[in-house]
């Protein structure tokens, strides 16, 4: 049974681009949900995602997107990157219904300058 | 306003000591309670969980506990090992699909 998997393990990016980070769920796992770890903060999240749609959404703007793909991989998309983006990006998975366990990947380390 | 609160940023304990990490929340409507403990360079990895139902979780040298009407929570490790020198962060959710709300979390050292 293969982990979550995260891809590209660090990014640079200057104010005003975009990024799209990615993610492959744990085997077997069909939820997965997104969060934003600031420097000193827990992580925060962004949304999940089941079959393919996103089914809860935190306090993020409309800029942060995703997608789920057939195969549970999922991806990340940020528009128009701002400095308080720079962040850890992890990704969790689960199984539906199997609440309080979620595994997560190591995450992106993302910087905006 | 945060919902899920640890209030101590690190604590140091000498190895075979027990360590004692606390989490306070707010929102009653949380039903699972989670610890994980986080590495450098990796993501956080799921230690033990209790449900709102049960006053206490034990695995191993971890063991759980949940005072509902305090609305806060305590991770006990016993003994204290120095591979346990991490990040604790303290999790809550609410009951179906709800997302997972972390504390800041704790730094913990243990010294051999």
């Known amino acids: 049974e293969t982990g979550v998997t995260q891809s590209p393990t660090h990014l640079i990016k200057t104010r005003g681009q975009q990024v799209t980070l990615r993610c492959s769920s744990q085997s077997g796992h069909n939820t997965v949900s997104w969060y934003q770890q600031a420097l000193g903060q827990g992580p925060q999240f962004i949304f999940q995602y089941y079959r393919e749609e996103e089914n809860g959404r935190g306090n993020f703007p409309p800029r942060f997107s995703g997608l789920q793909f057939p195969n549970y991989s999922s991806e990340l998309n940020v528009n128009a990157l701002e400095l308080d983006d720079s962040a850890l990006y992890l990704c969790a998975s689960r199984r539906e219904g199997y609440q309080e366990t979620q595994y997560f990947g190591p995450g992106t380390r993302l910087l905006v300058l | 306003d945060q919902q899920v609160k640890q209030n101590s940023p690190s604590l140091s304990v000498q190895e075979g000591r027990i360590s004692i990490l606390n989490c306070d929340y707010t929102?009653?409507?949380?039903?699972?309670f989670l610890w994980y403990k986080k590495y450098p360079a990796e993501g956080p990895t799921f230690l033990i969980s209790i449900s709102s139902i049960k006053d206490k979780n034990e695995d191993g040298r971890f063991t759980v506990f949940l005072n509902k009407s305090a609305k806060h929570l305590s991770l006990h490790i016993v003994p204290s090992q120095p591979g346990d020198s991490a990040v604790y962060f303290c999790?809550?959710?609410?009951?179906?699909?709800?997302?997972?709300?972390f504390g800041k979390g704790t730094r913990l050292s243990v010294i051999a």
């Open positions: 929102n009653s409507m949380f039903d699972y």
């Open positions: 999790a809550a959710s609410g009951s179906g699909n709800t997302p997972l709300v």
